[in-house]
């Protein structure tokens, strides 16, 4: 089957640059005073595709880069290399009418629902505002449009004329849902859209996902650090760390033999009824910093199993079963 979208080899960098005293410093050779550009390795490499109807879960710690892959994958920031392709077109190929449909496809929702939203514009207004200046309704059909749209998400159409601070966090998200689905994608990236939830309204909320799912067969890529809501949720998982996919399979598998060792590790810290009785440790160490990554594996300065090996060569993410890829060096071992 055809990948709807595909990430090919993704790198990003964000590069903050010298302020006037770093340069006149520089120029002047300023004795004492390293001075240099600081690079945020963000992204390293990372090769992600997505089947029609299939909800890949993308998991890891804070500043791994999963947020900025999802962007890219919205089309909201650029990669500095690598390849963004629709149904096997790139982007950069499409003439611009093509492009600029392709785009629209793929809608984003954020974590904050309330800063996603213009503090200043009825909700009926935010959720029309993207269909009406793309041209896929008319004025007059806008209020008919946003009426279906809430009671699709689960809400009183009679709500439209209120202001985003008059709802509370768990209706500000099934309206961004909703004027996510305004444009009628066929994609969407979900960044931590529950995660600031209470546990009862994110329940009823990724049921609204799994719904819209069946009834209108969409493809999500959902970001979470919450491994038991990417299990309730997604296909298949993709585990990153520090700028790196290290592990992909299907949702079931990995959960019952996670391979890489910061997938065990994540994994083995998970809540459950039969580890009532045992002390929970986090993962050793801190995750370095994406300014200074270190070589060869990103996760030997936290590994148990790390080698000389693991402190010089990347390890390349390949198949350990059917649909099962790991990037570890204990696998070439075996």
């Known amino acids: 089957m055809t990948a709807l979208l595909e990430l090919h080899a993704i790198t990003k960098r964000f590069v903050r640059p010298l302020d006037a005293a770093a340069k006149i410093a520089r120029v002047l050779g300023a004795r004492g005073r390293h001075v240099e550009e600081q690079v945020v390795h963000a992204l390293d490499g990372v090769t992600l595709d997505l089947k029609p109807a299939e909800v890949v879960g993308l998991v890891g710690e804070s500043g791994c880069g999963k947020s900025t892959l999802g962007r890219i994958a919205a089309g909201i920031l650029t990669p500095t290399a690598g390849e963004r392709r629709w149904q096997g077109r790139n982007f950069a190929d499409m003439p611009v009418r093509e492009r600029r449909t392709a785009e629209l496809n793929i809608q984003m929702i ?36 946003v ?16 202001f985003p601070h008059q709802f509370s966090g768990g209706q500000r998200a099934r309206i961004n849902i909703a004027r996510a689905l305004a444009v009628n994608p066929e994609f969407l990236v979900c960044d931590e859209a529950v995660a600031a939830l209470d546990v009862s309204i994110q329940a009823q909320v990724l049921n609204l996902f799994i719904q819209l799912r069946e009834e209108l067969n969409l493809t999500y890529l959902f970001i979470s650090h919450d491994l038991g809501v990417v299990e309730h949720l997604s296909d298949r998982v993709v585990i990153m760390y520090l700028g790196r996919a290290v592990e992909s399979a299907p949702t079931a598998e990995l959960y019952a033999r996670p391979n890489h060792p910061y997938t065990q590790a994540l994994l083995a ?34 590994c148990p199993h790390a080698m000389a090996r693991c402190r010089e060569e990347i390890p390349a993410l390949r198949e350990v079963a059917a649909g099962h890829q790991s990037a570890c060096h204990l696998n070439d071992e075996v």
């Open 269 to 302: 810290e998970v809540p459950t009824l039969d580890k009532r009785k045992r002390a929970y440790t986090p993962v050793k160490g801190e995750i370095p910093s994406p300014l200074h990554p270190p070589p060869g594996c990103h996760f030997h300065p936290r």
């Open 147 to 162: 009426d279906a749209l809430l009671r699709r998400v689960g809400l009183d159409p009679e709500l439209k004329r209120r």
């Open 110 to 145: 954020f974590q904050d629902a309330a800063a996603s939203l213009n503090p200043r514009l009825r909700v009926g207004d935010a959720i029309a505002e993207a269909p009406l200046a793309h041209g896929l309704i008319t004025g007059a059909e806008a209020g008919e449009a």
